[in-house]
C-alpha cells in the first residue's frame, strides 16, 4: 500500500518532468530529427524522465486549479523546448553557413532548376549531416541531457516564471548561432570574394570573356576546394559551441527562476 501511494504521489512530478523532456526532445538535434517517428521521441521522453525525477529530493506541490496545473504543464514544455532552441542553434548555424556557400558557388541556380526552392542543396546536405556528427561525436548530446537535469535542480516543475531575462538568453544564443554560421562560411566566402574580383578585373583586361560561362566553373571549383579545406574547421568550432550549451541552458533556467 505505502508504494502505490508513492506511486500515486509522485505521478505528477513525473508527468510536468515527462512533458519538460518531450519539449526538448520535439525541438533539439538528432532527438527532434524528422526522422525520428514522434512516438519514439515520446517514448524516449518518458524514459529520461522516469531517471530524472530521482533528481527532486521530493514531489512538487501540485495547485488546486485545473487551470493552473495545464499552465504549469505549458511552462514546462516551454522550458524544454527552450533547451532544444539552444542546442538546435548549434546545427542551424552549420547549416546557415552552408547556406551562404552554396548561395555564392551558385549551386542556388541549379537548385532552382531542379525543382524549386524546396530541392536538396548538396552543399546543405553534406555541412548538416557533418553538424550532426560532429554535434554527437564532440559529446554535444550529452551536455544537452546535462543541461536538462541540471535544469531540474536549478529550476523545479512548477517553478516557471516568466521574464525578460529568458529572450535574452534565447537571443544570444541565436547570436552565437549566427557567429558559428560566419565563421564556417568566411573561408569559403574569402575565396569566392578574391574569385570574383579576379575574374572582374579579366573582364576589363579582356572585355572578349563571357564571365557567365567561365564564372560559374571557376566560382564552384574554386568553393569546392574551400569547403574541402574549411570542413576541417567544423569540428573545434561545433566543440567549443557544445561546451558552451550547458551554461546556456544553465542561463535559461536561471532566468525563469
Known amino acids: 500500500m505505502t508504494d502505490l501511494q508513492d506511486m500515486a504521489l509522485w505521478a505528477p512530478t513525473l508527468l510536468l518532468v515527462t512533458v519538460r523532456v518531450a519539449g526538448m526532445a520535439m525541438v533539439a538535434p538528432v532527438f527532434g530529427s524528422p526522422a525520428v517517428p514522434v512516438k519514439l521521441r515520446l517514448v524516449v521522453s518518458a524514459a529520461m524522465a522516469l531517471g530524472a525525477v530521482g533528481l527532486l529530493g521530493r514531489p512538487v506541490a501540485l495547485p488546486t486549479s485545473g487551470f ?9 514544455a516551454i522550458i524544454g523546448a527552450a533547451i ?11 547549416e546557415l553557413g552552408a547556406f551562404q556557400v552554396s548561395s555564392q558557388m551558385g549551386l542556388s541556380l541549379a537548385e532552382l532548376i531542379g525543382g524549386g526552392a524546396d530541392s536538396p542543396s548538396s552543399i546543405g546536405g553534406l555541412f548538416r549531416l557533418l553538424a550532426v556528427v560532429v554535434f554527437l561525436a564532440v559529446g554535444g548530446h550529452r551536455a544537452l541531457v546535462g543541461g536538462l537535469l541540471d535544469s531540474l535542480q536549478l529550476l523545479p516543475p512548477m517553478g516557471f516564471t516568466p521574464s525578460a531575462g529568458i529572450l535574452d538568453v534565447l537571443v544570444g544564443c541565436l547570436a552565437a548561432a549566427f557567429v558559428l554560421a560566419l565563421k564556417v562560411a568566411a573561408p569559403v566566402l574569402v575565396a569566392l570574394l578574391l574569385a570574383t574580383v579576379a575574374l572582374g578585373l579579366l573582364h576589363r583586361t579582356v572585355p572578349q570573356c563571357n564571365l557567365l560561362t567561365m564564372g560559374i566553373p571557376v566560382r564552384v571549383m574554386l568553393g569546392l576546394t574551400a569547403v574541402a579545406a574549411s570542413l576541417a574547421a567544423v569540428t573545434p568550432l561545433m566543440e567549443q559551441a557544445a561546451g558552451e550549451l550547458g551554461r546556456s541552458i544553465q542561463a535559461l533556467a536561471l532566468a525563469a527562476r
Not at 493552473?68 to 514546462?76: F, I, K, P, T, Y
Not at 532544444?84 to 552549420?94: N, T
Open 84 to 94: 532544444g532552441y539552444a542546442a538546435r542553434l548549434i546545427v542551424a548555424g552549420v
Open 68 to 76: 493552473d496545473l495545464a499552465m504549469g504543464l505549458v511552462c514546462e
